[in-house]
């Protein structure tokens, strides 16, 4: 593609982001569909954080992704929130209108509307491995659209004890927090409709990591999710498919996530479908 004066600007945001694939599936979409449009990764060291967002709006990019560290750190540089940014306190996406700077999160909608492409409802009772960012996001949207309880296993009880009481006070459901344990899961593993890993165990280059050595009390139609993208899937995964149950692993939220960028950033809408084929024969199996 030609750059010029009109080139659409959009970027992303964080530290490391060496592993993001976020810039070869947008800048490879845009050339597919013929988009006067260019993707740039900035590797952001935290000091330089308020330096960066300054020159993103000077330049006048359109918007730009914020991955870790920074979800919670740009908060404060942005002018207005999504309802769900505020509520999660965590931005993925920043749009720039006009003088303005838009925080978003698109991590709980991505992932919902993956589920329901695979044709699983986002009710019930949800297990919760990891109560980090991504599982307040997930558990916030969830809350939203059908989900009945929470349950938040965390190797750190305190966080876990906080994100119950985030779900509890944001939805009126009942949420529950617990250790990180074997003992622990098996209690609650037999009421589970779901369980979402939203801990980094298992990600790539660690592909022989679970965060659970056994699905042991795990009913057989309970279906089990992982936000991992790269492997896919992972070895959790690869647990619950032996033993014949439903999977979703995180490509789908990948890509939904990135749809709404677009959605957000561009007024346009492209299909899962198109975004897959893009991406899919770079991520690892």
Known sequence: MDIN?????LAIIGNPLGHSLSPLMYNRLFSRRALNCVYLPFETDSEELEQVLNSLKTLNFTGFNVTIPFKQ???PFMDELSDEARACQAVNLVKKQGAI?????TDGQGFVR???EAGISPGGRVIFIGAGGAARAIAYQMGRVGMERADF???DYGQAQMMAEFIACESGLP???ALMTRDNFIDIAPQADLLINCSPVGMWPKVDASPLESLEGLKQDAVVCDIIYNPRPTRLLKMAQS???KTVDGLPMFINQALLTLEILLEQSFSP???EEVIAPYVKS
Do not use: F, P
Not at 5 to 9: E, L, R, V
Not at 101 to 105: A, D, I, R, T, V
């Open 243 to 245: 033993r014949g149950m």
């Open 101 to 105: 700077l838009k925080g978003y999160n």
């Open 153 to 155: 296993l965390d190797l």
């Open 273 to 275: 479908k198109e975004m």
């Open 114 to 116: 993956g589920l329901q």
């Open 175 to 177: 949420a529950s927090a």
């Open 73 to 75: 750190k740009v908060i």
């Open 5 to 9: 004066c009109d080139t659409k600007c």
